[in-house]
């Protein structure tokens, strides 16, 4: 015979509470009531148990202690991978940065050519003014001004260029300190279980000599 | 006392970055033995281990306090492992035999040959019957069992309300018992002594 609420939910929560414990006294006594007066339930409430002590049987596979870091440790072809990786990353590391240099290098040829042609834009203009009737120009003034002008235009692309690198260099920097962290962790931990399967050993080694004295003396 | 896991990751938070190699030292095993169970491989399982806790501490300073660090280490897990079992499925099947060969089943030594080889039988058919479950009851049943989560943490850490944990994991247990019941093993699990 079923059970007439087979598809209680709310039942059937209930009883996932009562099976892991985690039940309150309110649904625990809903369940109880509802065990006392069906059977089908009460049989699957035992076979669900049963089901969990047969779970415990897959265990996992026991750590085998390794004195090479559990997290440092690479089959060859990740490894070469690993380095190839590497290698992929700091030569664009160091092209990146090459390459910024080159654009900045770029960048103040175009801001020389710049000067040059608007030198010759202001020897054309003075020349042209000077064959003015009763006029006077002050080219050194205007050419100061000009140069201030490029310079800080300069400086103010060197200051943005050299801030995106340290961005970059900041950003690449944080990732290589992450990793060691975790890799420091796992070193950490592998030493610790070493520890621990030497203290086991040490007194394993200890009750074998204990029994072994033990029973030398019995048989004087 | 140690400090618990979210006065830790506070530290980390305000700059304590060694605070960090504690939460791994406490988590590390549990989250490798849980990804070991979703994936059947223990290199797999280590580098999900590495890659979560990578991303964690990454993520770690826009971490908010509305749910435990554990469920949100076990939610990141589950996500790569999630990502991986995808990527497998897209490749290739692997068959069940051949994870078995991959991970090895070690059961606690009992006296009595017939006895030893009844509990590595159960724990492979155990593993065989976990292993065939639908991926959403697979998730559920190795959290509950395995990583004894509470049904809450576990709601956090798969982002589903804790209703649809508890039907997912009585649907799985149902599947289990019918594919360890099929294979004549269940209740092949010795029933431990009642407490005195």
Redesign the interface.
Known sequence: MGCERVGD?GL??D???VL?G?ADAAARARVDEHLEGCAACRGEMA??R??????????????RPSFTP??LYL?RWAAAAALLLLGFGSTLGVTGYASLRRSLAAQEARAADLERRHREEVRALEAKVARLPGASFDSATLLAGLDARIDERLRASESRQLGRVDVRLAGWQEQL???R??D???V??SL?YLDGRHGQQLARTNELMGYVLETSARKR | MGRTDEELVEACQAGE?SA??VL??RW??RIR?AA??FLGS??EA?DVA?EA??KA??ALAGFKREARFSSWLYQIATNLCRDRLRRRKTRATVSLDELEET??????MRPGVHDQLL?RD??RA??RA?ESLPDEQREV?IL???QDL??LEIAQALDVPV?TV??R??RG?GQ??LR?EGEG????????APAP
């Open positions: 939910e059937r929560a009883m996932m509470d892991y985690e076979a669900l049963g089901v969990r002590r047969d779970l415990r049987a897959w265990r996992l596979p026991v750590a559990r997290g089959p300190d992450a990793q962290r975790v420091m962790a796992r950490a931990a610790s | 970055a960090f190699d791994v030292g590390e095993d033995g070991f169970r223990e290199e280590r590495q806790f990578l501490y990454r991970g090895s089943v070690i059961v606690e509990q159960l724990a155990v593993r976990v049943v509950k069992e395995y509470t049904f209703s508890k039907t994991l009585y247990l289990l018992r360890l093993l269940r209740g092949a699990a010795p029933v431990p």
